[in-house]
Nanobody, 121 residues
Framework: QVQLRESGGGLALPGGSLRLSCLASTRMFHINSMAWYRQASGKERELVADITRNGNTNYANFAKGRFSISKDSGLAAVWLQMNSLKPEDAGVYYC???????????????WGQGTLVTVSP
């Protein structure tokens, strides 16, 4: 089992910054990678960035140069530093974990509840 708890969303001015946090609580689950997705109103959920256990990262084009994903040593926490925010960055940001449930050896994907990011003057 995995529970993901996000925090750090809120209101930011255009050009401002926010730092999102996601803490993972695991039991009989090995996380291989974690990611941040976002979903704007009326749009599909899209990948923002992901990071593997060994630290490899991947960013959506819109996130390159502005956002940075990082993790703790054990991949029990990930952060998303968002700089130079734009109104189009607004939406619900979801933490995601992919891994293996150790009892069944089955691959699973888990989502957090999401945290709202608003970018407005």
């Amino acid at each position: 089992q995995v529970q993901l708890r996000e925090s750090g969303g809120g209101l930011a001015l255009p050009g401002g910054s926010l730092r999102l946090s996601c803490l993972a609580s695991t039991r009989m689950f090995h996380i291989n990678s974690m990611a941040w997705y976002r979903q704007a109103s009326g749009k599909e959920r899209e990948l923002v960035a992901d990071i593997t256990r060994n630290g490899n990262t991947n960013y959506a084009n819109f996130a390159k140069g502005r956002f940075s994903i990082s993790k703790d040593s054990g991949l029990a926490a990930v952060w998303l530093q968002m700089n130079s925010l734009k109104p189009e960055d607004a939406g619900v940001y979801y933490c995601n974990a992919k891994g293996v449930e150790l009892h069944t050896s089955s691959a699973q994907e888990v989502w957090g509840q999401g945290t709202l990011v608003t970018v407005s003057p």
